[in-house]
């Protein structure tokens, strides 16, 4: 397993942006599928966004094609979440993942990972 610290949440705007980071404890964020999660209040926690391989090698949640974008610092091994034209409906704790990977395989289920880091809060208001 890797430790994941999560920062950058807090209260915006709709239509405004936000930038999430996901650090790494030292590893090597290219031997990993690193993930974005969120989870609401009394929902499941669902898949946002996630990267592997290689910085073009990325998907999305529908519900955020267009408005999110996950990019990676190889150099400072930390992973990132852009948070375009936010919606009061992205408000949740917003969850970084990791496992292991050595292939371009774009792991979207929760239970497939094995780190997570402790969740930041995003909160976009009306």
């Known amino acids: 397993q890797v430790q994941l610290v999560e920062s950058g949440g807090g209260l915006v705007q709709a239509g405004g942006s936000l930038r999430l980071s996901c650090a790494t404890s030292g590893r090597t964020v290219t031997n990993y599928a690193m993930g974005w999660f969120r989870q609401a209040p009394g929902k499941e926690r669902e898949f946002v966004a996630v990267i592997s391989w290689s910085p073009s090698n990325t998907d999305y949640a529908d519900s955020v094609k267009g408005r999110f974008r996950i990019t990676v610092d190889n150099a400072k091994n930390t992973v990132y979440l852009e948070m375009n034209s936010l919606k009061p409906e992205d408000t949740a704790v917003y969850y970084c993942?990791?496992?292991?990977?050595?292939?371009?395989?774009?792991?979207?289920?929760?239970?497939?990972?094995?780190?997570w880091g402790q969740g930041t809060q995003v909160t976009v208001s009306s």
């Open positions: 993942a990791a496992r292991p990977s050595a292939t371009r395989v774009l792991y979207n289920r929760a239970l497939l990972y094995d780190s």
